[in-house]
């Protein structure tokens, strides 16, 4: 009899995580899925930043063209988006959590890329500890109030274990205005896709643009959450991947 092949999961975190970040979802997902979940650049074990296209170029060279799931969240997910769409070949199923495409305004991108050196600076000049104090303020993890203390603690620990550089590089080499705006090509996408987003989360508009221009994606808002499903309803949002990615074998 022919051994039964394991689907195989790409887990791509967030800007300040590392694949670590993921923890509280390894024990479930892995009954289910050979895990793959590495340090984006400028993260972590990987501290040498790159741009949003070379991280999705690792990412390919470095499941070797294997065909696998993807689950990528926040600048994750925009990796994710850039994955299937530079290498198309290495996607079967695809989940975006809290996705953005890009900016799509030159001026507004221009800003952004401004706001972020300007962040970039400080976090070299103040320190990592100032940084993640500011960084944990920001308005689109409000709804992180209500997050449980050990998950909070947890994922403070993974940011203040980060290498101040490769942060500040990772934001001026991979956010969101430095990257290649990716609305005019969602369409190329031909991979059933999941968009996650959190009913709180100020920036759900940017996952809906993403989740309508790729033909056929499904969205899926999660109340009480915010930015982060994943971390705010874990088991809502664990049951919503694991029941996308497992319909091809339960078919």
């Known amino acids: 009899m022919t051994p039964t092949v394991r689907p195989a999961l790409l887990l791509i975190h967030g800007f300040t995580g590392t694949g670590a970040a993921w923890a509280d979802h390894l024990p479930e997902l892995s009954r289910h899925f050979d895990l793959i979940a590495p340090d984006l650049p400028g993260h972590g074990a990987n501290p040498v930043a790159a741009s949003v296209e070379a991280a999705a170029d690792e990412l390919a060279h470095l499941v070797a063209d294997r065909r696998l799931h993807v689950l990528g969240y926040s600048l994750g997910a925009r990796v994710a988006l850039a994955l299937a769409v530079a290498h198309p ?22 800003a952004r890329r401004a706001a972020d050196d300007r962040l970039a600076h400080e976090i070299e000049r103040d320190g990592i500890e100032a940084f993640v104090e500011r960084w944990e303020r920001n308005p689109v993890f409000a709804s992180h109030a209500a997050l449980d203390p050990e998950v909070a603690a947890r994922q403070r620990s993974i940011r ?77 949002f664990r049951r919503h991947v694991i029941d996308f990615l497992l319909e091809d074998a339960a078919a």
């Open 89 to 110: 070949e290495t996607v079967d199923r695809l989940v975006l959590e809290s996705p953005s495409a890009g900016i799509a305004g030159s001026d507004e991108r221009a």
């Open 160 to 236: 203040l274990a980060q290498e101040p550089h490769g942060l500040a590089q990772s934001l001026r080499l991979a956010g969101q205005g430095a990257m290649t705006p990716l609305h005019d090509r969602l369409g190329e996408i031909g991979r059933p896709t999941l968009v996650i987003v959190g009913a709180l989360d100020p920036t759900r508009p940017r996952g809906e643009i993403v989740a309508s221009g790729i033909p056929g994606a499904r969205l899926v808002v999660i109340d009480g959450a915010g930015h982060t499903p994943h971390l705010e309803r874990p088991d809502a």
